[in-house]
């Protein structure tokens, strides 16, 4: 199956600084999306993105296919922002296989 | 419904008792997923179904874990004989995909299940 690799694993921002968290996947897909889960468990849904960029807000993403990666960039932090975000890749049929996560913690 | 519920939100159970979990998904969406996340780990994938059928089932970790869902809409996930190990949080996604790798996953809150 494919494999996804996250990073940084932790990040600890001071409020108003930007981020940029990386995924790294081993194969072709046709299905990436970034989830936030925040410290009550609940994941949403930020971006769906296989391709190009996309912008929401504070928060962007963009995926060079081609190359395999995806970049999801934070833009003034908020506290609320903490939490972990996951990358979520697919392939064809293949079922949707999640990345580890990067833990990030943003401080007042 | 506005999103995917799940019920219920918290489950305690002794080692050894059978459980089971709900997923009502979004209405209209003919995909279903159920994951499971251990404490602080990744997503697990378990098993997808399109409509009522699952097409693929090779997440589920053995064979005391089994998934229905019927009329194309509530889904059960069912433990036998639970284990300690079991103890996690099953989330449920449904999506309205035509294949399993496209479009996007809407998730549940999640039953945190905890086996004595």
């Known amino acids: 199956g494919i494999q996804v690799e996250q990073s940084p694993p932790d990040l600890i921002l001071q409020e108003g600084a930007n981020s940029t968290l990386r995924c790294n996947f081993s194969?072709?897909?046709?299905?990436l999306q970034w989830f936030h889960q925040n410290p009550w468990g609940q994941l949403i849904n930020l971006f769906y993105?296989?391709?190009g960029t996309k912008q929401n807000g504070r928060l962007s993403a963009t995926t060079v296919a081609t190359e395999r990666y995806s970049l999801l960039y934070i833009s003034s932090s908020q506290t609320t922002d903490s939490g972990v975000y996951f990358c979520?890749?697919?392939?064809?049929?293949?079922?949707?296989?999640f990345g580890i996560g990067t833990k990030l913690q943003v401080i007042p | 419904g506005a999103g995917v519920s799940q019920s219920p939100s918290n489950k305690v159970t002794e080692k050894g008792k059978d459980v089971e979990l709900r997923c009502d998904p979004i209405?209209?969406?003919?995909?279903l997923y159920w994951y499971r996340q251990s404490l602080g780990q990744g997503l697990e994938f378990l098993i997808y179904?399109?409509?009522?059928?699952?097409?693929?089932k090779s997440g589920l970790p053995s064979d005391r874990f089994s998934a229905e869902r019927t009329g194309g809409s509530v889904s059960t996930l069912t433990i036998q004989r639970t284990q300690q190990e079991d103890s996690a949080v099953y989330l449920c996604?449904?999506?309205?995909?035509?294949?399993?790798?496209?479009?996007?996953?809407?998730f549940g809150p999640g039953t945190r299940l905890t086996v004595l």
């Open positions: 996604a449904s999506s309205s995909p035509q294949t399993p790798s496209t479009d996007t996953q809407y």
């Open positions: 194969d072709s897909v046709n299905n």
């Open positions: 993105i296989p391709s």
């Open positions: 979520a890749v697919a392939g064809g049929y293949q079922k949707v296989t």
């Open positions: 209405s209209g969406h003919t995909a």
């Open positions: 179904f399109q409509g009522n059928s699952a097409p693929d």
